[in-house]
């Protein structure tokens, strides 16, 4: 019974070891870093948001110039009807 | 025992391992965090450009659009000098229209007989039609669909109206009513001579005593609509009954107390082609 107490005492003792072995090699980002990390993702997410948004004003933009290009020939179209109603009013 | 030891092995490897993941799994290594800050840097790069970018698009697409607006608020500007007026004497001119247009509406809603007895209101509309045909503002492509739209319906309400006229008959030297009836421009039938002594009862007194220079009416294109012609066959509970007259045969009475003077003392006896006055009910 010591003898199979003894040998798990050892066998954890071991492992805690190869554990703290391998954990104490590796680095990890600290606090500071990991705050910059998503600040830097926030402002990303934050400028694409805005970079959408403008793609869209310029969709609408761009939309508007159409309407007021057609709305340009119409008047125009408009204004050479008026001339030739007016002309036969006069003649 | 040995059984023992090494369930008692495998529960500590078991604890071991999994406090160990639980601690990785917490942390971020720096090459994992370096990593991400590198792709999240490039992203805002790239929107930020992107954004100045758009931006600067925006503005000359504004500016385009405003470009645009000026050609047209020139060009329309142009119209209104050639039409004499500006964008108030326009509105003015579309709201007189639409009143017309509404007008139109309502007299085309009558009855005939309604219509008939507003008569001298479609023709003002129609006078209000013309002048406003004759308005320079009536040259834009807006009023000219408008004015047709009018049109249409005052065309309808034309049609609505009866075609009944009276026509103007000089009496001459040896004219007798028989002899006036049988002339082609009249009724081109002699028996037809009750209509034009049954519409001139204010003149003639006696059918037999007409003279010479008097002015007569003939009625012409049909009837007005309180007007009723006697056919053959006819007789005074018939026509009451007709559901354009009166609809009820008892109301018989009504159209002899309105035409006395013309059927005379027996309503048994009416004659064919006698116009009678159909009293409102």
Redesign the interface.
Known sequence: ?RK?LR??VV??AV??MV?LA??GC????NEQ??Q??EE??A??QA??K??AD??S??AS??G??AE??Q??ED??K??Q???Q??AD?ES | MTNKLVLTIVLSLVLVLGASLSFAQEKMTMEEYEKQLAEWQTRLDAADKGKADCGTANEALQGEIDAVQAETDKVWGEILESLGTDQDGVDAFRKELQAMDAKADGLLALSAEELFQRRDEVEALCADLAAAKGNKISALTEMQNLIAVIEGKLAQIKNKLPKATYEPYTVVVGDYLWKISGKDEIYADPTQWMKIYSVNTDQIKDPDLIYPDWVLKILKGGTFPDQYIVAKGDYLQKIAENPEVLGDPASWTKIYEKNKDIIGNDPNMIFPHTVLVIPKE
């Open positions: 019974m199979a040998t798990v066998v954890t492992m805690l554990l391998f954990t590796t680095k990890y980002a870093q990991l910059a990390l830097t993702k402002a990303a400028a694409e805005a970079l403008c793609k004003e310029t933009l761009e508007q110039l007021k290009k709305a340009l008047v125009k408009e204004q009807a008026v001339n109603r007016l009013m």
